[in-house]
């Protein structure tokens, strides 16, 4: 069907210093970063992928500071080895690791005070069924 949104394209975020915050995601999280922000590339593949536009309320401290109106999960492929590298690098970490069937989690933030999800994925855990169900 046509007229519909496919995707997301971008995802676009405001930084006091967003030369500084380009070179801090591309160092420490190992993103390409070109003239416009960080790049990322995507490959369709036979396996079934997901991203998910999460709906919070405007109240929740998910998030962290309540100012904070946005926050990227991104898909990490070892959480264990990318630990290392964020001790090594000095970012801030909040919290420990947490297991669920569908994947571990860990909160960081950025230089700039952003809380970032980061998401190691296991399995084929978001099939046809869950992904239909509205909460």
Known sequence: MAGKATGIGGVFLKFKDPD??????SDV?????NEYGILFTYQPREKKSFL???TFPDT????GKIEQRCMIN????SMSALIEVLKEKGVKILGEPQVYDYGTFLHIEDPEGNKI???EPVGDSFDDEKQNDVV
């Open 117 to 119: 999800e980061l998401w």
């Open 52 to 54: 998910q536009l999460g």
């Open 74 to 77: 991104f898909h990490v492929d």
């Open 60 to 63: 929740s401290d998910y998030f």
């Open 20 to 25: 500084g915050m380009k070179k801090w995601y």
């Open 29 to 33: 999280l190992s993103l390409d970063a």
